[in-house]
């Protein structure tokens, strides 16, 4: 059974940085793509970074470009979305996503992705 579990949210000034992880368990495909979502409270899930093994492709949405940034320690079957330079509409609930397979488009379309985790808020305050 595929389990993702985040972690490392928080509240945060403007300007300030977090990481957060997401540990992927039950998982066993060896090609895979996964990515970060956020939701703020009344607003649609947004994509905001995806990245896609084997391929090493990484996607970024145009809001968090330069600012994010996405990566994976298979050894530790952990994916980290590091963030700087938060901004007040950065304050959202964080989910990270996974699918089995590679695609090439729609990496940051939460229904191109089948395994969710809970989520965690963060909060960034002015």
């Known amino acids: 059974q595929v389990q993702l579990v985040e972690s490392g949210g928080g509240l945060v000034q403007a300007g300030g940085s977090l990481t957060l992880s997401c540990a992927v368990s039950?998982?066993?495909?060896?090609?895979?793509?996964m990515g970060w979502f956020r939701q703020a409270p009344g607003k649609e899930r947004e994509g905001v970074a995806a990245?896609?093994?084997?391929?090493?492709?990484?996607v970024y949405a145009n809001s968090v470009a330069g600012r994010f940034t996405i990566s994976q320690a298979n050894a530790e079957n952990t994916v980290y979305l590091q963030m700087n330079s938060l901004k007040p509409e950065d304050t959202a609930m964080y989910y990270c996503?996974?699918?089995?397979?590679?695609?090439?488009?729609?990496?940051?379309?939460?229904?191109?992705?089948?395994?969710w985790g809970q989520g965690t808020q963060v909060t960034v305050s002015s």
């Open positions: 990245f896609v093994t084997g391929s090493g492709t990484t």
């Open positions: 996503a996974a699918a089995d397979g590679s695609r090439l488009w729609g990496l940051l379309t939460p229904t191109s992705y089948k395994y």
């Open positions: 039950g998982y066993t495909y060896s090609n895979y793509y």
